[in-house]
């Protein structure tokens, strides 16, 4: 480590190009490692803290579009929860399929389900954002907590843990919600970005510095819904009702995260990459409406790594200097690498951080491309 150091600073004052791309090199890796160290660590070395279980009543609220047989196979795990007096909100968004039928027939065996059904007109059709408005002014209690049809909880303690605050200021929870594990490439791809993901907003929400969420797995006051106006400010984004509206009304006072492994939720994963790229190509519009601080905070993060990487190709082939490159390059790996270790305790998802450099490789060529493709193709419809 001592020869390390001494490598490092024999290139001040540079003096050629290559001591400016060294010394950038180096600069890029310092980055990475206080966000791994700063932030990510946060999660690695997590410990449950001890909250008060809560009693109040709770509006589960779930939004359906030709969700048959999720709802079939999910909504009975809902209906189970251990908890002493909740609601089950199901908003069919203008089904084409028989999931009216399926509600019903749910509805006369469930006294605590709560049917919404979005008015069949052209300028709401498949718009999430309305249907859960829908659900939320329906929902007769003050704490509410969000999934989607293909989600299910990991446990029936999932309502318990996740509106368990831990003073009364904390109206807003983030919680987990993982991706299913299946025998395949994309799987592995789409779970990893899920982790990817959640590490981020976890760790930085517990930085005092939350800025997304998860609409798998969210809970909050209705309050804060209405006293921001719901999702006014963005409703002609079509994503964003999950994390534009945490980037709104989120801070260090009002937020706190949940990473028991009994308050995740478990989603089924997209099958196809055609379908996961159109997925993906929503949730892209809405990063661009983020926070300034918290853009540049992303930002810095992604774009130190690109330059880490893309600096590393090239200067691996400067042989006086290449134990320094592939010392700094091995060195930031093995911490990356121990704490998504660490942190699959808390997010799950262990089988994959064996991939980790590759993925993350993939993905630093293949978001750009998605970005740049969400300003040719507009897209206007939630599916």
């Known amino acids: 480590m001592q020869d390390l150091l001494k490598d490092i600073f024999s290139f001040l004052p540079p003096h050629?190009?290559?001591?400016?791309?060294?010394?950038?090199?180096?600069?890029?890796?310092?980055?990475?490692?206080?966000?791994?160290?700063?932030?990510?660590?946060?999660?690695?070395?997590?410990?449950?803290?001890?909250?008060?279980?809560?009693?109040?009543?709770?509006?589960?609220?779930?939004?359906?579009?030709?969700?048959?047989?999720?709802?079939?196979?999910?909504?009975?795990?809902?209906?189970?929860?251990?908890?002493?007096?909740?609601?089950?909100?199901?908003?069919?968004?203008?089904?084409?399929?028989?999931?009216?039928?399926?509600?019903?027939?749910?509805?006369?065996?469930?006294?605590?389900?709560?049917?919404?059904?979005?008015?069949d007109n052209d300028r709401f059709y498949g718009n999430k954002k309305f249907a859960l408005t829908?659900?939320?002014?329906?929902?007769?209690?003050?704490?509410?907590?969000?999934?989607?049809?293909?989600?299910?909880?990991?446990?029936?303690?999932?309502?318990?843990?996740?509106?368990?605050?831990?003073?009364?200021?904390?109206?807003?929870?983030?919680?987990?919600?993982?991706?299913?594990?299946?025998?395949?490439?994309?799987?592995?791809?789409?779970?990893?970005?899920?982790?990817?993901?959640?590490?981020?907003?976890?760790?930085?929400?517990?930085r005092k510095l939350p800025y997304m969420g998860v609409g798998r797995n969210l809970s909050y006051h209705t309050d804060v819904f209405f006293n921001n106006k719901g999702f006014a400010s963005h409703h002609h984004i079509i994503s964003g009702d999950d994390d534009l509206f945490v980037n709104e009304v989120a801070n260090h006072n009002n937020t706190q995260v949940v990473l028991n492994t009994a308050a995740h939720t478990i989603s089924k994963p997209k099958t196809t990459f055609d379908k996961w790229i159109r997925q993906k190509q929503r949730h892209f519009l809405s990063g661009t409406h983020y926070k300034l601080k918290h853009q540049l905070l992303l930002g810095t993060f992604m774009f130190s790594n690109l330059i880490f990487v893309g600096l590393f190709f090239l200067l691996v082939f400067n042989i006086s200097?290449?134990?320094?490159?592939?010392?700094?390059?091995?060195?930031?790996?093995?911490?990356?690498?121990?704490?998504?270790?660490?942190?699959?305790?808390?997010?799950?998802?262990?089988?994959?951080i064996i991939f980790t450099p590759i993925f993350e490789l993939f993905f630093m060529f293949f978001n750009p491309i998605l970005v740049i493709s969400n300003f040719i193709k507009k897209r206007t419809q939630w599916n």
């Open 16 to 119: 050629s190009i290559w001591d400016w791309l060294i010394i950038t090199f180096i600069f890029a890796f310092f980055i990475q490692v206080f966000y791994y160290l700063y932030f990510f660590a946060k999660i690695a070395f997590y410990k449950q803290p001890t909250v008060q279980l809560q009693t109040a009543p709770v509006s589960v609220i779930v939004c359906a579009k030709n969700e048959r047989e999720n709802l079939l196979e999910f909504l009975p795990i809902i209906l189970a929860q251990d908890y002493p007096d909740f609601e089950v909100i199901v908003v069919n968004d203008n089904s084409l399929d028989d999931t009216q039928d399926v509600l019903k027939a749910f509805s006369l065996q469930n006294n605590n389900l709560k049917i919404v059904t979005v008015p």
């Open 134 to 206: 829908l659900g939320i002014k329906a929902a007769k209690n003050e704490i509410v907590l969000l999934t989607d049809a293909d989600c299910k909880p990991t446990s029936n303690q999932w309502i318990s843990l996740m509106t368990a605050y831990k003073n009364p200021q904390k109206k807003i929870i983030l919680g987990v919600g993982n991706y299913e594990q299946q025998p395949s490439l994309l799987n592995k791809l789409i779970r990893f970005e899920t982790f990817y993901t959640a590490i981020q907003y976890t760790s930085f929400a517990l």
């Open 321 to 352: 200097h290449v134990h320094l490159i592939v010392g700094l390059f091995v060195l930031k790996y093995i911490i990356q690498m121990l704490i998504f270790r660490f942190s699959t305790k808390q997010l799950g998802n262990k089988d994959i």
